[in-house]
């Protein structure tokens, strides 16, 4: 009897993330890998080994969602996510009323139609023939176009599509009067970006040099109803399926219900969740927050066509600056209404209340939204979790979103994460002008929170101020924040190195060396205010920072005092080394 040979997989792990980076962004929003993508081996591994899943199953379409994927450049994201899948309109060509039987002679026996450039003829004989074998003999001919027949007030007329998986592309219809067609007829397919596509391409335009990119699937249209948003709302943030048709109060209750625990199966975190095994993740952003929460958008006034030149050639197709074809998208940008502003309360505060609870070392990165002239102010949570990002954009990559406009939380991210690979995470970011935008929206403040406004004036573009949300004078400034959460990594890496030494003084005596020389280099890059120990920084880890019920139980707890260099005037903070992160903050911790 023959019997199987054992088989042995080599996998080499993943190195372990650097305490000291503070650059890496995780995004989650709306997108959907590609189907025709040809996925990294590292990365098939990495997922496999992290979720308990065959490198198949990941590699089938849709196996990508909902899974955190590193990206380290705009190219390796448009590699593995399809980023011109959301369409801002099909090219849709209808033609007029039809009579019952067409003319059988004295007409065209061919309908020129145009896909891309290519011309293409149908052959309609024989003639006459009935507007519905009109239509079938359009998809004899194996266009690849979507065709039917419509009715309308003056009867039944044709149809004629690309189809919505064909992507961008042009669509013609040359004269035939007798389907329809008295004149040339054009339409065109183009991508309309979702937040998430120019959110991660203006994070690396910005500086930025790794990404985690959480895809939830694809963006729901544009122009989507209200409850549609809703419930792309509730799926991107929490896993129950939402109602047929949900309301805002029961999107409300599904972000304020219970938060994922942090022990919980890696298969079976969502969204936000997987911040939990994202250890080297320092800035967690959702871009799709402002649509989402917004009403169904406007459309802007189309505009009035200018004086033409003296025509000198007739071409069959028309002029591509006609109304119907101009470049700009007729969409106006997302607008929050009071309905959006309870919406996006509670989603940030459920993201943040994720970070306080066991992610403290990550700090949530949002975009202010544009308000309605009927919402005096704009009220978010008061956190030293939270930088709110302030001005919309016009940038390279946001040049055919609506009115051109993009959310600043992105840029906001991309520039913080260039600050701590070129100066330090703990150097105020207004201290560097931002490149590469074109221009920032120029509105009144809605906002009486703390709040990182971007500014274009006689001085270029440039951050009014690097500040969180914090009502705290201690934790109002950004790089306090992100001072304290690179702290508390280095204590989290010393504690996963001395989990099992014997609690006593000879431990405690190396936790202080390593944490005083994590301090002496802080004040030699300049994080730290003073003239050095005991005036800059003291670090205490002894029997007056542990009871003895701590000790007899192996619970090793430092007290770490300094004076970061703004002007705050000393921040008091316990890193309990042995426990979990969601405990590493006690007095004078932020909120």
């Known amino acids: 009897m023959r019997h199987d040979a054992i088989r042995f997989e080599t996998y080499a792990p993943p190195p372990p993330p650097d305490p ?26 990495d997922l496999a080994q992290a979720f308990g899943q065959s490198r198949a199953s990941l590699a089938m379409p849709g196996g990508l969602v909902n899974r955190p994927v590193p990206v380290t450049s705009v190219a390796g994201f448009e590699a593995i996510f399809d980023t011109d899948a959301r369409l801002e309109r099909r090219a849709t060509i209808d033609g007029g009323p039809l009579a019952a039987a067409l003319p059988g002679s004295g007409v065209p026996d061919t309908l020129a139609i145009v896909i891309d450039g290519v011309i293409r003829e149908v052959d309609l004989r024989p003639l006459p023939l009935t507007p519905q074998e009109a239509a079938d003999r359009i998809v004899a001919a194996g266009l690849g176009l979507d065709v039917s027949l419509q009715s309308g007030p003056g009867g039944a007329f ?78 991107l943030f929490v896993a129950a399926p939402p109602p047929a048709v949900p309301d805002m109060l029961s999107v409300i209750n599904a972000l304020s219900g219970a938060l994922p625990s942090p022990a919980a199966a890696p298969e079976t975190r969502h969204g ?8 080297e993740v320092t800035f967690v952003l959702f871009p799709d927050l402002p649509e989402l929460v917004a009403p169904p958008p ?22 591509p600056t006609e109304a119907h074809d101009a470049d700009d998208t007729p969409w106006l940008a997302p607008v929050l209404d009071a309905t959006g502003h309870a919406l996006w309360t509670v989603a940030l505060r459920h993201g943040l209340d994720i970070l306080r609870a066991d992610v403290r070392d990550t700090l949530l990165v949002a975009a202010l939204p544009r308000a309605a002239a009927s919402l005096p102010v704009i009220e978010p949570p008061r956190s030293a979790f939270l930088q709110l990002a302030e001005g919309w954009v016009r940038s390279t990559a946001s040049a055919t979103a609506p009115q051109g406009l993009m959310a600043p939380d992105a840029v906001l991210a991309g520039h913080l994460a260039r600050l701590a690979l070129t100066s330090g995470t703990f150097v105020s970011a207004a201290t560097l002008p931002l490149a590469p935008l074109r221009d920032i929206e120029r509105r009144a403040a809605r906002t009486t929170a703390p709040s990182c406004r971007l500014l274009a004036d006689r001085h270029g573009l440039h951050l009014q101020s690097d500040l969180t949300t914090s009502d705290d004078p201690a934790w109002a400034d950004g790089p306090v924040s992100r001072i304290m959460a690179m702290l508390l990594r280095q204590a989290r890496d010393l504690g996963q190195e001395l989990a099992f030494e014997p609690n006593g003084p000879r431990l405690w005596g190396r936790v202080r060396d390593v944490l005083e020389g994590l301090l ?43 004076r970061p260099a703004v002007p705050v005037a000393r921040i008091t903070v316990r890193l309990p080394l042995t426990e979990s992160p969601g405990a590493a903050f006690g007095q004078g911790g932020p909120a």
């Open 20 to 45: 000291a980076r503070m650059d890496v962004a995780c995004f989650i929003g709306h997108i959907a890998p590609r189907g025709d993508a040809v996925l990294p081996e590292a990365l098939l591994d």
């Open 158 to 235: 044709l149809r004629l599509a690309l189809p919505a998986a064909r992507g961008a592309g042009t669509l013609a219809v040359l004269p035939c009067p007798t389907l329809g067609f008295p004149e040339t007829r054009r339409a065109r397919t183009r991508p309309l970006p979702s937040p998430m596509t120019l959110a991660v391409r203006q994070f690396f335009a910005m500086g930025g040099r790794k990404a985690v990119v959480v895809g939830m699937g694809a963006a729901p249209p544009y122009d989507c109803p209200r409850a549609e948003r809703m419930a792309a709302l509730q799926r």
């Open 272 to 279: 936000p969740a997987h911040l939990h095994g994202l250890p």
């Open 298 to 319: 406007g459309v802007a006034a189309q505009r009035e066509p200018g004086p033409q030149p003296d025509a000198v050639f007739a071409e069959c197709l028309p002029a």
């Open 520 to 562: 002496a280099a802080m004040l030699r890059a300049g994080a730290l205010a003073g003239t050095g120990p005991g005036d800059s920084y003291t670090v205490r880890c002894d029997t007056s920072t542990m009871s003895r019920q701590d000790i007899d139980t192996g619970a090793l707890i430092a007290e770490v005092t300094f």
